[in-house]
């Protein structure tokens, strides 16, 4: 009986505080912005090919084949709804004495950065970002293989995580 309650509390997190050992981490998803900025590159860019395809084949080829211009809409319909799904697979969650980052649809994929390990910590953002208000904290380790990135936050808020961060990571690595 008491396997139950112990079930139903290790499932529930503790806010405002880093959780117990056992207990799942507060998990934080990305910000709407990101979604409606990949969105509309998707629309801009297949619907560019759309109508150059069109333009292209009903010339060349005569108004019928320019139906095959049709081919990048159905892309595009069929790649607005996986990137929702992508996007609210992305989640990061701060706890104790690491960072996960979990992402992935079909496979899950969920990164643990120990806070003592990390070397550098970049907020970055390109002219499409900063045109949506968005920027990516990058982590750096030393393996290559464990460098981690978080996409689609605000400024803010990746600023806010790049000092904590590095906090953190410095007060972790002093007894190396």
Do not use: C, K
């Not at 799942?24 to 509309?40: A, Y």
């Amino acid at each position: 009986m008491e396997t139950g309650s112990q079930e139903n509390t290790v499932h529930t997190g503790q806010s405002g505080a880093a959780p117990a050992v056992g207990h799942e981490p507060d998990w934080t998803g990305l910000p709407p912005g990101l979604l409606r900025m990949r969105r509309l590159l998707l629309v801009v860019w297949l619907g560019l090919l759309a109508v150059g395809l069109g333009v292209l084949l009903g010339l060349l080829a005569g108004p019928a084949w320019s139906a095959f211009a049709l081919l990048p809409v159905a892309v595009g319909v069929w790649g607005w709804v996986m990137l929702g799904r992508n996007w609210r697979s992305w989640r990061y969650a701060e706890r104790a004495d690491d960072l996960l980052i979990s992402r992935g649809v079909l496979w899950r994929e969920e990164t643990v950065v120990p806070y003592g390990r990390m070397q550098l910590v970049e907020v970055t953002s390109g002219p499409v970002e900063r045109h949506f208000g968005l920027a990516s904290v990058q982590l750096h380790t030393a393996a290559a293989a464990t460098d981690a990135t978080i996409p689609g936050l605000d400024p803010a808020e990746a600023e806010r995580l790049r000092d904590r961060l590095t906090e953190l990571g410095e007060a972790r690595s002093a007894g190396l």
